[in-house]
């Protein structure tokens, strides 16, 4: 008993992960600045490029229209900057009646 065993040494590249397309970079963007805007942008809608604030407004389509007008059709994120409430989650209520 001796004799020594030696398992195979295997050598493991891994790779970068894939970088995020441009739409979920503008939506963690506009999660990451939220705490920001909320003191500047509250009840506003605010467009997202580049991980950074273009425009805002009370209308999201009117912003839309303008920030792809100024910039080109490009993936952006618009977002409405408002205090995010935790979701409650409520429990049913059955009634079972007698006879059906």
């Known amino acids: 008993m001796n004799e020594a065993t ?14 995020l ?9 506009f999660l990451r ?8 942008h509250a009840g506003q809608y ?3 490029h580049e991980e950074k604030v273009v425009d805002a407004g009370p209308d999201d389509l009117e912003l839309v229209r303008r920030v ?3 910039i080109g059709y490009v993936p952006i994120h618009v977002g409405l900057v408002a205090d995010p ?7 049913r209520y059955r009634e079972i009646r007698p006879g059906g």
């Open 46 to 48: 605010v467009a997202i």
């Open 6 to 19: 030696v398992d195979a040494v295997f050598e493991v590249h891994v790779s970068p992960p894939p970088p």
């Open 85 to 91: 409430r935790p979701l409650a989650r409520m429990p």
């Open 33 to 40: 600045l939220l705490p920001g805007l909320l003191p500047t």
């Open 21 to 29: 397309p441009k739409g979920e970079r503008e939506y963690r963007a």
């Open 68 to 70: 792809h007008e100024r």
